[in-house]
């Protein structure tokens, strides 16, 4: 960030203190929750089943991301951004955890390159790299400066996304055994036909189930899972996937505890599910605590996060 | 060659390092804990140089991810042992706060900067405790404390004999509790060292050790029955021969019933190594103030005392009211003395003599006649003295006083007399050593922190504050240092410290000592102790090995104490010593000529002991058949009266 501040000041733009993450300040996903129906691929229909046998570890390595956005200054309604991205892989030895290779890191100043005097620009990517927010994007910005700020945001979503992917890869081609990916997996055309890759998705604005399926699916007990489903997206790859209770919600929220799991849709889906589904369970402990997302975080993906702050670029 | 990576320096807004404290982080399994010697090195220079930072570690932190222990629980379902098996291990470290030991250079003297954290090298150990520079080079005069062992660093800490023995400061107390030999064993092993490693342009230096409870220092010249090759090898390494003290001599007061020495010391094959310790009325009357109280002597008393002392005694006294001349050189010339004076006015119903009321002279009368009862043993009737070689002492020699079996007052007065004695010659130079270290256990008796301001507490402050200047050393050993007085403990240079009581690290003295240090000291094992010096920063913890002497309990079981003796035996016994060929037939022939008097068999045995004539039964006879006359070992002239505590005797 201060390679950003030294490029910024040296171009004549006033710097003013650093305020809240953009993460913080915006809703990046702001569409409405959903629910979506799916292909079942275990049965013809969605139905619930008890893992059998009991939780075991399995999983060797753990990837997670994270990523900081902040804006710098304006120029004009324009918000110049910067973005700070790493990620890891994180081998379990001994249950020790490693980083696996090297964290992969990057930052870049993040401003919509159209919205902005030329010379300004180019001065700035003479000193810092530059991602520009509106490459690609079908629509010019409004210039409203949220909606600005918003662009930058997901500018840097995809950077960490870029850096997770990266490391899918590298995994895929070089990683031994198992690896548990923080979110999905269907971005990922190599973790999705690797059946090294898992992907445990926390968050849940869309449901894959019909509303009538919305009961069983929210109605799992702990260590229960939906038989899997396919998932399929235009701009995705195929990936198997189904739901699985980590923990009893009680009286809590129907969300508690609830994870979706995705894994290449090859072999026995069923024998595979199972198997899968007793590792993530056995990475219930150490519980994830104090973060807020603990009932559905498994411990390994926190300390990797943990890992991730403390290289974090500032 | 430079030692692997430790740790790294941190610090946070609320945990900063201070140009006096930093902290660092290692691995899980670092060999680092309370007491490790660190060095700090930075990679910024300051005015062009690298700095680099030793120092100890006094604290240690040990911590997980976790918020709050419920989390665990959580997590474990409430069962323990599924914690266990959870199979990843929480992120866990290791935090260890670290004392400044030393910057180099030391100015400008910044907080201690980030970098790698290191075990300190033997080399780190010697410029951390700064014995760089007083252990190498022409002016060489470390004297080795223990050996340093921290994570396969072994490293000789070494003393400054400047700062142990004077003139820079000097003292040693040594505290810790009792029945871990830790006291006694240290003061011996660090004696052995002195008489090994003071060079000899520091002069001659003896030591005067008072035992003052069992056998403790009784066999100190009788190698120690083991000692381990671990031992052996810290003699090696700190350059100390494993051997017990070459010269020692051993003095103890007769038993109160006179016909064997009141020492434990007294097993036939060693009993001829102790010297009997008794001083005449002279010798006591200098020191009466240690026995009189002051409730019980007021300031007329005080001054018929002083008159007797300048006046009577050691010189031919005469007066009107008196039968003659009176020449007062002991305890039963003095009774002879009062006896005739009060008679005599109480014969012309005379109430005042020399402005002193009859009254007062027979207060005077009762106090000092009770000295020699109270003292016996220690004290003659008859003024026979047998003392100390003040004048003679020899350069690495102990004098070992044997006071355990004394009463409490006997003890005082032969502190009292021996200290101001040595002090006396010291002033004079006529010692024969230039340094004397005294070593008193159960310091907190002789010099307490709180009670009545006695004459030996006195003393032993006026050696604390001034007795480096002279060359006369305390080195003074405490259970709890909390009850010796400030100014005796603040004056003592160095400082060790054995396993403590945790009721006495709560005190507040220990302070300044971190919570970790205060608990590696309340479970130190014996051969460990944890060293305060001028030239070390912080205090540090070393080992020192078993003393190379046999013990005390060691020596009453392989010398067992002989039975008490009959007054034939103990006379034969003590003649045996200056003619080894006579028998206790002999003794008993000459005894049953002298009749039944014991007192005048004792006295007459004494001076012949002292006096040691060619023809001993000769001599032991002709004693028993006239009055013993005083006798003075050496014919000194009387002995200076004593300055008062309270001036500055050493000119600052």
């Given at each position: 960030m201060r390679a950003a501040i030294r490029a910024l000041r040296a171009a004549g733009v006033g710097v003013g203190a650093a305020g809240a993450p953009l993460e913080l300040r915006t809703t990046v996903d702001d569409a409405a929750p959903r629910v979506e129906p799916v292909t079942p691929l275990e049965g013809d229909r969605l139905a619930v089943r008890a893992v059998p046998g009991v939780p075991a570890p399995g999983i060797r390595a753990f990837l997670d991301g994270i990523q900081r956005s902040q804006v710098?200054?304006?120029v004009g309604a324009v918000p110049l951004v910067h973005g700070a991205v790493a990620a890891a892989v994180r081998v379990r030895k001994a249950r020790r955890m490693r980083t696996w290779g090297e964290a992969r890191r990057r930052e870049a100043l993040v401003l919509p390159v159209a919205a902005l005097d030329a010379a300004l620009t180019a001065t700035l990517a003479g000193a810092v790299p530059l991602v520009d927010t509106t490459a690609g994007e079908p629509a010019p910005p409004s210039g409203h400066p949220q909606d600005l700020a918003a662009r930058a945001l997901t500018a840097v979503q995809r950077m960490r996304e870029a850096e997770e992917l990266a490391l899918v890869a590298a995994w895929v081609a070089d990683g031994d055994g198992p690896l548990l990916v923080d979110g999905g997996i269907s971005g990922s055309p190599e973790g999705a036909r690797a059946e090294s890759v898992i992907g445990v998705v926390k968050s849940h604005r869309t449901l894959y189930a019909a509303p009538s399926e919305l009961p069983l699916v929210l109605g799992l007990r702990e260590g229960e899972r939906t038989t899997a489903v396919a998932l399929h997206s235009p701009r995705r790859n195929p990936v198997a996937s189904w739901y699985l209770r980590l923990r009893d919600p009680g009286e809590r929220s129907p969300l508690f505890g609830l994870v979706r799991v995705e894994v290449a849709p090859t072999g026995d889906l069923t024998a595979r599910a199972d198997a899968v589904s007793r590792w993530v369970l056995a990475?219930?402990?150490?519980?994830?605590?104090?973060?807020?997302r603990w009932d559905v975080m498994v411990y390994g993906i926190r300390e990797c996060e943990e890992y991730l702050t403390a290289i974090l670029p500032r | 060659m430079t030692a692997p990576v430790l740790g790294r320096v941190v610090a946070t807004e609320r945990r900063p390092n201070t140009p006096h404290e930093f902290h660092f982080w290692t691995a899980l399994d670092a060999p680092v804990g309370v007491g490790t010697i660190v060095r700090v090195e930075s990679t910024r220079p300051v005015n062009g140089v690298l700095p680099c930072v030793y120092g100890v570690v006094t604290e240690g932190f040990g911590y997980t991810d976790l918020q709050t222990p419920l989390h665990d629980v959580l997590g474990a379902d409430g069962e323990p042992g599924a914690s266990a098996t959870a199979p990843t291990e929480r992120t866990e470290i290791r935090l260890y706060t670290a004392a400044v030991l030393r910057q180099v250079p030391e100015e400008p003297l910044q907080p201690v900067p980030m970098g790698t954290v290191h075990l300190a090298t033997e080399a780190d150990v010697q410029a951390a405790l700064r014995m760089d520079t007083y252990v190498q080079g022409s002016d060489a005069r470390g004297i080795p404390v223990g050996a340093y062992r921290s994570g396969g660093t072994d490293a000789a800490v070494h003393l400054d004999a400047d700062f142990l023995l004077g003139p820079e400061a000097a003292h040693l107390a040594i505290s810790g509790v009792s029945g871990l030999a830790t006291k006694t064993s240290a003061v011996q092993w660090l004696l052995a060292s002195i008489f090994t490693h003071l060079p000899a342009r520091k002069g001659k230096v003896a030591a005067v050790c008072f035992n003052v409870k069992g056998p403790d220092l009784c066999f100190i010249d009788r190698p120690a029955t083991r000692l381990d090759p671990a031992d052996r090898a810290l003699y090696d390494a700190l350059g100390v021969p494993a051997d017990p003290f070459a010269r020692v001599r051993y003095f103890a007061p007769w038993h109160a019933r006179g016909t064997h020495l009141a020492t434990l010391r007294t097993h036939d094959a060693l009993a001829e190594s102790v010297t009997p310790l008794t001083w005449g009325l002279r010798e006591t009357l200098q020191y009466a103030e240690v026995l009189l109280s002051r409730e019980d002597i007021d300031a007329k008393a005080d001054a018929l005392i002083d008159f007797i002392k300048e006046r009577v005694v050691d010189q031919r006294f005469e007066d009107k009211l008196l039968d003659g001349a009176h020449e007062v050189r002991s305890f039963a010339d003095l009774e002879r003395w009062f006896r005739e004076l009060l008679q005599a006015m109480e014969a012309g119903n005379q109430e005042q003599w020399r402005t002193h009321h009859i009254a007062t002279i027979r207060k005077v009368r009762n106090r000092l006649g009770n000295i020699s009862t109270r003292c016996k043993g220690l004290v003659t009737d008859d003024g026979t003295v047998s003392d100390l070689p003040f004048g003679a002492f020899e350069d690495r020699a102990v004098y070992v006083v044997d006071v355990a079996q004394l009463e409490e007052d006997a003890q005082d007065l032969v502190f009292a007399r021996i200290i101001s004695q040595l002090r006396e010659h010291l002033e004079k130079r006529?010692?024969?050593?230039?340094q004397v270290v005294v070593f008193v256990d159960e310091l907190n008796k002789y010099a307490?922190?709180?009670g009545a301001d006695t004459y030996v507490r006195q003393m032993l402050l006026d050696i604390a504050e001034r007795g480096r200047y002279l060359g006369l050393v305390l080195f003074g050993a405490q259970q709890f240092r909390s009850q010796v007085h400030r100014r005796v403990v603040g004056n003592s240079g160095t400082q060790l410290f054995g396993r403590m009581d945790a009721d006495e690290l709560?005190?507040?003295?220990?302070?300044?000592?971190a919570p970790a240090t205060k608990a590696r000291l309340a479970t130190l094992e014996k051969g460990q102790l944890m060293v305060r010096h001028p030239h070390f920063g912080q205090p540090i913890f070393v080992r020192f090995p078993r003393p190379a002497v046999l013990t005390g309990r060691e020596g009453v079981e392989q010398f067992p104490p002989a039975e008490v003796p009959t007054l034939e035996m103990a006379v034969a016994k003590t003649l045996r010593r200056l003619d080894p060929s006579i028998t206790v037939g002999q003794v008993q022939d000459v005894l049953a000529l002298a009749g039944d008097d014991e007192e005048a068999i004792l006295r007459a045995r004494n001076v012949t002991l002292l006096k040691r004539p060619d023809n001993v039964l000769a001599f032991f006879s002709k004693q028993l058949k006239k009055r013993v006359a005083p006798e003075v070992v050496g014919g000194r002239g009387p002995a200076p009266l004593r300055v008062p505590a309270s001036g500055d005797d050493y000119g600052g």
């Open positions: 710098l200054a304006h990475e219930r402990a150490p519980v994830a605590l104090p973060d807020p | 006529a010692l024969g050593v230039e307490p922190s709180d709560a005190t507040p003295g220990y302070q300044t000592l």
